[in-house]
């Protein structure tokens, strides 16, 4: 049977803190006595047992005792024992024990062979006993059983908090540290330094790029014009010698230009095809977004001298073969928009085969996929499909594979699932640890968000990849909280409640449609998407009353203003112009036309009956005579007789059933239906309807003129009579519920007409500043609404003018904000696409400028073009910029995270997500997410209980929780999300009950957007609540190790590299390297540092009373921790320094503080206690005073708290050798150690900076024996 019991790590080195039995061979040590009343006798000490906590009184000269109440086998604290420490020592090794005290983090095994309680963390299962040596094996099976006959419970209170708070701390890695590092090229002194400070994240920065070794035949003609800069010129020497190299599945290898918005990606690639022209390659073909950008194409080349080179916009050519006589494109720029990149003819001829053919298979010039983010979507979200745009990209890419390939953009590698069309960057294929796009996909998303910053430093140092981004440092952010005014609040409940009851006669009108499922129909999907657009337009015309007071403000400071949108509204007002005719009343309400149109089209509407025909009787029967039979009102089936009354035929009405043939003629069966008499049967009368025959004189009353044409018994007449009522009452319901549903209709229009709702907000704001002759609009929209002359009215105009062409007025407006001649832009996203608005010196107009964002979009790509317009180079002033968001939603916290990004040296870059406006940055939609508003739900639908107080409520009154659980039940069911609600009786009247489908449980974005049609108390209140229940979320995981913080920084008051780096393996390719560095981390505060830093905090008067030294109130293993405190970045929220690992990463609130504290006011006591934990944890674990870590086979496993830290990085290239490093760390036993994580850390000494993934010690070996294996395969 193999031996049960563990130790504190793999490498088999003892564990703080064990609680030991004592051993089988020596005496065992006499039972304490319980203490009486009289105290302590014959020179013996009272201690408190640490398991029962009854007082014990020790007799003299033992330290270690048996509690006689619990068995607990324990020692004394080393303050009560007796004799020298050498002494002490020398007795615990004579008798094998070595007390360490219980680890409340780990389970307690008896060792089989020596009987020692060993401290075993969880899922280790080997392992040396560090007593006796003995090998170790867990029995899984059995630990229940030996825990339970082996030991008593442990008492909560002896947790050691300490400690574990420490090691959570440890675990989640470090602070984030600064963001930005200026950039220089480290290897290239060509060119002038750029004309604007420039910035790289510090992941990249650690990493250099292989050597240059091209040599440009247009350096000359560089250095005399200054046309391109240092950093433009380092991008064009490496992507030409990228462009040398081949990957091995033939291709030619890609280059990556992630350089920021407004560093001058144009001017790089002007310079790139003049390299390339200079090298007899007179074809290249330049993809971009927007057709005005071919302007700024042209003005790039003729800036580097190319003025010789033609540029030839795809869209005004013909589609047949650009180098016939007809067209003559020989050579030059074709430049192509994405959009008629993907477009084809009405005969099937496609722009891609075109420029196919032009360039022809052995092509090896450029071919630049500018703002290469549009094709982004080639490898879709599950469920989705993948875009043209991106296919096309693909496709070309395998047609010329020979092609010198360059993909530009600012956020190009913002997610990995976006670089599926970035395959000339050899990243997975042959001779890659990635067989193909979606292994690399999953190992990036299993490595968590440090993963795509590892990708971006391989890049760089395999030389193609550059991305800095212009530094924010002279650029001000400011989030200015728009408060709803009276009349928006009023306008937007009144919305509100409006939506709700539209809702309700919706459903109600869709009951009257029998063919129509109300709840799943095309009728509800319109509902919803028109709902959101309708309040995010209220949102956005709720701020521009501050817009417009922002902008009158930055005119009278002398700075010009640039507002930026989403949308522009015009397809509201185009309905509304062609609806109401050219002159208007007053502005179009975007909200209003938008909520006409949805009712006007879709209000479901009984179908309309059809007029009946005024028919009498007669004409009734003599219609029944002339067909077939037929199914009357009631339902019965009558038989029509036919007109020929002496027919040999067969009749017509016969009965179905009567199937005998008949024999004799129907003459011989003529008799009187009354008086069942043949006689006189030529004057017989037969019935038109019933077919039945009878005498005239047999009638009662008898007829006795002669009857001509059709003739009707007496009961067919009142059947025919009593139908055509029937008939008519129906068509007067049909007639009657259609005319009800119109008025219903007509009277929602009515109150739709009579709402006070915004107007759009685009022809408001350029109303309020002036009109059109002082704002210049910068948008994709072809006509807008202008005040008439007089002031009254407005008039639909187109925008562009005799003297300048539609496609030009973008182009002309621009020119007239940078001549100074207007001094308002506004752009929307449509328009702005590539646009520069900076403060150019180049330009008149050098006013800073203010950028006021009215509508931010959501995407943080998006976003990072939107600022990147007024911030660019060559700049007179960075721009300030006004993030506006209202008091609704999350879009105030949504803004502060935004600020806080910028603010960090806000460059917005896409390489380290700590860095630039990533407005991800706090994602609702995450996996933290789904599962907050699954609990939020679950809490409302009183199926669970919720783990925060919801706002507004007090858990000292139950009756307010439920209050709220009722609004919110009733505001969920108003926008659909509580489905099939009923009201509750008896007891539970008013109460509602429903239910939430499961597809609604987790969908994070419909939440938000329902939200934005409730009022704003009850959604700001729903919201605050999802928000706590997300934070408390977030905050568990980031203590519990599980939460991805991307790179963290690891700092110590002293950082040493240990010995020399070790070279784990090389790239052919471009002779990068992967290296492992290994070193030795000081994190402890000493005394001078804590008091100095107390009275820099006492300097100011403001300072908390509450700032100072505390001690913590209970003991562990006689001792007790100091740290010290003060007031931090919020009020209530407390700093907290400890002598063995300096600053925590978790501010601590007050009253925690106070519960597990309390204050020292003898300086000497807090000197002393500060000095002596300071001095212990450099050898030992501060949580237990007894145990020292020495370090196994070369690689430390240092213990929680310990003060000196031995630490492993793996730097360099890291994507050859990421399969390797993910099985070693798959083997780890704690959980924390089995992530990648990615860790930046500098030498104090030298200041040597590496950013890698961090291995832990007990994965070094494995991790090198697995490199070497990699190693030999690749020698």
């Known amino acids: ?62 330290n270690e005792f048996l509690c006689p109440t619990c068995q607990l086998p324990q020692m004394l604290p080393p303050e009560l024992m007796r004799g020298n420490p050498a002494q002490v020592q020398a007795q615990r090794l004579q008798s094998n024990v070595l007390a360490h005290g219980v680890d409340p983090t780990k389970i307690q095994l008896p060792c089989v062979h020596c009987k020692a309680i060993l401290n075993v963390p969880h899922g280790l299962s080997r392992f040396n006993c560090p007593q006796c040596h003995i090998d170790l094996a867990v029995d899984l099976s059995k630990i229940r059983q030996v825990l339970t006959s082996s030991l008593p419970p442990l008492p909560p209170e002896e947790v050691n908090e300490v400690a574990i708070e420490v090691e959570r701390e440890e675990d989640e890695g470090g602070l984030a540290g600064e ?49 391109l800069s240092c950093l433009q010129i380092e991008s064009l020497v490496y992507a030409c010698q990228r462009h040398l190299q081949h990957l091995q599945n033939g291709a030619r290898a890609g280059f990556f230009v992630g350089d920021g918005a407004g560093v001058g990606k144009g001017r790089t690639i002007a310079g790139l095809i003049w390299e390339n022209w200079h090298h007899g390659k007179r074809k290249a073909l330049w993809i971009s977004v927007g057709s005005d950008l071919k302007f700024d194409a042209r003005r790039d080349l003729d800036d580097v001298g190319a003025m010789c080179i033609e540029v030839h916009a795809l869209n005004k050519l013909p589609y047949s073969k650009l180098d016939s006589k007809s067209v003559g494109v020989s050579e030059g720029v074709v430049f192509v928009t994405y959009s008629s990149f993907i477009a084809s ?32 979507n080639l490898v879709p979200e599950a469920g989705g499909k ?4 991106g296919e096309a990209v693909l496709e070309i890419q395998g047609r010329l594979p020979q092609a010198r390939v360059v993909y530009c953009s600012a956020t190009g590698a913002s997610e990995p699932r976006n670089m599926g069309y970035m395959v000339r960057l050899g990243l997975w294929g042959a001779g890659t640890s990635f067989n193909n796009f979606n292994e690399f996909l999953g190992a990036m998303e299993k490595g968590g968000v440090g993963a795509l910053e590892l990708v971006a430093m391989d890049m760089k140092a395999r030389g193609m990849y550059v991305c800095r981004t212009l530094s924010y440092k002279g650029a001000e952010f400011e989030v200015v909280e728009v408060q709803l005014e009276a009349t928006m609040t009023d306008m937007y409940i009144k919305a509100a409640e409006f939506w709700a009851e539209l809702r309700v006669e919706l459903l109600s009108a869709s009951t009257f449609l029998s063919n129509e499922k109300p709840n799943s129909s095309l009728l509800w999907r319109l509902y919803w998407a028109n709902h959101q657009r309708f309040f995010r337009h209220m949102c956005v015309s709720a701020k521009v009353p501050a817009v417009v007071r922002l902008a009158k403000q930055a005119l009278l400071e002398n700075k010009c203003v640039v507002i930026g949108l989403q949308s522009t509204g015009e397809a509201r007002t185009e309905e509304a112009v062609s609806k109401y005719g050219l002159e208007l009343d007053d502005f179009i309400s975007g909200p209003r036309e938008l909520l006409l149109k949805f009712v006007e089209e879709n209000y479901p509407l009984p179908e309309k009956p059809e007029p009946l025909p005024e028919e009498s009787v007669k004409e009734l029967q003599r219609k029944r005579l002339s067909t077939t039979p037929d199914v009357s009102f009631t339902g019965r089936v009558f038989k029509v007789a036919k007109c020929e009354d002496e027919s040999e035929e067969e009749s017509e009405w016969q009965s179905e059933t009567d199937t005998e043939p008949e024999t004799e003629s129907e003459d011989e069966f003529q008799i009187c239906n009354i008086c069942k008499s043949e006689e006189e049967r030529k004057k017989l009368l037969q019935c038109s309807c019933c077919s039945q025959l009878v005498h005239p004189a047999c009638l009662v009353p008898p007829i006795e003129e002669v009857i001509s044409g059709d003739w009707s018994c007496h009961p067919c007449k009142e059947k025919t009579e009593e139908y055509l009522r029937a008939r008519r009452a129906y068509f007067e319901e049909l007639l009657k519920r259609y005319e009800g549903a119109v008025e219903r209709k007509s009277k929602i229009l009515e109150i739709i007409h009579s ?17 059109p002759d002082k704002v210049a609009e910068i948008t994709g929209r072809r006509g807008m609404l202008v005040r008439a002359s007089g002031g009254k009215g407005v008039t639909y105009q187109s925008r562009n003018t005799k003297d300048v062409t539609m496609e030009m007025v973008n182009m002309h407006e621009k020119q007239l904000f940078m001549d100074g001649k207007k001094l308002v832009a506004i752009i929307s996203e449509a328009g702005s696409a590539g646009v520069s608005l900076q403060a150019d010196r180049r330009a008149l107009n050098q006013k800073r400028r203010v950028h006021i964002t009215l509508e931010l979009p959501w995407s943080a790509d998006r976003a990072i073009q ?40 806000g460059a917005l870059t896409q390489g380290d997500r700590r860095a630039g406006p990533s407005l991800s940055a706090y994602n609702y939609d995450s996996s933290y997410g789904k599962r907050a508003l699954m609990m939020l739900y679950r809490g409302l639908m009183e199926q669970d209980q919720w783990p925060v107080v919801p706002p507004g409520c007090s858990s000292e009154k139950p009756e307010t929780i439920e209050d709220f659980i009722e609004k919110g039940k009733a505001a969920l069911v108003s926008v659909g999300i509580i489905r099939d609600s009923v009201l509750g009786n008896g007891k539970d009247s008013g109460k509602i009950y429903g239910r939430i489908a499961d597809s609604d449980t987790s969908d994070v974005a419909r939440f938000l957007n329902r939200l934005l049609g409730l009022p704003p108390d009850i959604q700001n209140r729903l919201f605050e609540l999802f928000v706590r229940i997300l934070d408390l979320l977030i905050r568990n995981a980031r203590s519990e190790g599980h939460l991805d913080s991307g790179i963290v920084d690891l700092k110590a008051n002293t950082v040493e590299l240990q010995g020399s780096p070790k070279t784990v393996h090389v790239d052919n390719m471009s002779g990068a390297s992967t290296v492992l560095f290994t070193y030795t981390l000081d994190r402890g505060m000493s005394w001078e540092s804590a008091s100095a830093l107390l009275e820099e905090k006492q300097k100011d008067a403001s300072g908390s009373t509450n700032n100072g030294f505390y001690e913590s109130r209970r003991e562990w293993m006689g001792r007790r921790h100091f740290v010290l405190a003060f007031e931090g970045s919020a ?26 504290y309390r204050k020292v006011s003898s300086s000497e006591k807090a000197h002393s206690g500060w000095e002596e934990e300071y001095d212990i944890s450099s050898k030992q674990n501060f949580a237990c005073s007894a145990c020292t870590a020495p370090t196994v086979s070369g690689a430390a496993s240092v213990p929680v708290g310990r003060r000196l830290q031995e630490v492993n990085v793996l730097g360099g290239l890291i994507l050859p050798v990421w399969g390797a490093i993910e099985k070693a760390l798959s083997k780890q036993a704690r959980q924390s150690h089995r992530r990648i994580r990615v860790v930046c850390i500098e030498t104090t000494t030298d200041n040597q900076r590496i950013v890698g993934l961090l291995i832990p010690n007990a994965a070094v070996e494995s991790v090198l024996r697995d490199l070497a294996w990699v190693q030999d395969v690749d020698d």
């Open 1 to 62: 049977m193999e031996q049960n019991v563990e130790n504190n790590n793999q490498t088999g080195q003892p564990l703080p803190p064990p609680s030991i039995a004592p051993p089988l061979a020596p005496p065992l040590p006499p039972p304490a006595q319980i203490a009486s009343a009289e105290g302590v006798t014959g020179g013996g000490c009272q201690v408190r047992c640490a398991g029962c906590k009854v007082v014990l009184t020790v007799g003299p000269g033992w």
């Open 179 to 227: 963001t930005f590092m200026d950039y220089r090229p480290s290897k290239l002194s060509i060119g002038p330094p750029h004309p604007d400070p420039i910035v790289e994240t510090s992941s990249l920065s650690a990493m250099q790029p292989p050597d240059p070794t091209y040599d440009l035949r247009i350096k000359d003609d560089l250095e005399k014009s200054k046309a």
């Open 345 to 376: 003819s009405e005969r099937g001829r496609s722009r891609l085969r075109q420029l196919v053919q032009w360039c022809g298979p052995e092509y090896d010039g450029l071919i630049i996929f500018d703002e290469c983010h549009k094709a982004k």
């Open 386 to 389: 993948p875009t043209r745009t």
């Open 755 to 771: 709402l006070d709702l915004p107007n759009n907000p685009l022809d408001d704001i350029i109303d309020q500043i002036g009109g």
């Open 866 to 905: 939107q600022f990147g317009r007024t911030h660019r180079s060559n700049q007179a002033s960075a721009p300030e910029y006004r993030l506006l968001f209202t008091n609704l939603g999350g879009e105030c916290r949504f803004a502060s995270i935004v600020a806080k990004r910028l603010e960090s040296l």
């Open 1131 to 1156: 009020s209530g929220m407390y700093k907290i320094y400890r002598p063995t690992n300096g600053e925590s990463l978790r501010e601590m609130p007050l009253a925690e503080l106070k519960d597990k």
